[in-house]
């Protein structure tokens, strides 16, 4: 069964600070990865997606790595913001359509 | 494009009462998901449709959850009667089976069972 950890549970940094958020899975038969972003009491927002065939993706200041040999993927925030506070989730896609979440890392940007 | 559309939003319903969460995917979406999110956990899968069938129930409640798809579209997930831990919020997302198979989320419903 595919296992999916985020380290850390939470962090918290000074406005500007680049910051990389921790993704591991236990299981490298991926079909992709992908990483969401969850405001409170809101639905999970699709940031970036990792196909298997791929090292990383980029959005803006956003940029997501995938090393599947390892079973890690890191999300790099650059010249973080107060807007980036949420919840950073990632979940792996094996076939069949089934997704594996974590359970997330609480970013705290402050002003 | 319309994302995944659901309602209502917000719900409070006393103990041993029922309720029922509605869900419209993307268009053209075959597979649907809806997940259980209790606060400060990552979602947990509660049952997967593809088309109108089931691929996977297995953490569905079934003696108290049910969910149906009709026609392969709309979704209706309903809880009956609801228990004090099933507060917590009920997330539907779609996904392609083809292409980059992206996920998507709709806005979630809350559910509080006093």
């Known amino acids: 069964k595919q296992e999916v950890t985020q380290i850390p549970a939470a962090l918290s940094v000074p406005e500007g600070e680049n910051l990389v958020l921790n993704c591991s899975f236990t299981d490298s038969a991926i079909y992709n990865l992908q990483w969401f972003r969850q405001d409170p009491g809101k639905g999970l927002t699709s940031l970036l997606l990792i196909q298997s065939s791929q090292r990383e993706q980029t959005s803006g200041r956003l940029n997501a790595s995938l090393d599947k040999s390892s079973g890690r993927s890191t999300l790099y925030i650059a010249a973080s913001q107060p807007g980036d506070s949420a919840t950073y989730l990632c979940a792996v896609r094996r076939t069949g359509n089934q997704f594996y979440f974590g359970t997330g890392t609480s970013l705290t940007v402050i002003p | 494009e319309a994302g995944v559309a659901q309602s209502p939003r917000y719900k409070i319903i006393e103990k041993r009462q029922s309720v029922a969460f509605w869900c419209n995917p993307i268009s053209g979406h075959a597979t649907l998901y809806w997940y259980q999110q209790i606060l400060g956990q990552g979602p947990k899968l509660l049952i997967q449709?593809?088309?109108?069938?089931?691929?996977?129930d297995s953490q569905l409640p079934k003696d108290r959850f049910s969910a149906e798809r009709l026609k392969g579209v709309d979704s209706t997930l309903k809880i009956q009667p609801a228990k004090l831990e099933d507060s917590a919020v009920y997330l539907c997302?779609?996904?392609?089976?083809?292409?980059?198979?992206?996920?998507?989320f709709g806005e979630g419903s809350r559910l509080t069972v006093l």
């Open positions: 449709f593809q088309n109108n069938g089931v691929v996977d």
């Open positions: 997302a779609s996904s392609q089976d083809r292409g980059l198979g992206e996920l998507f």
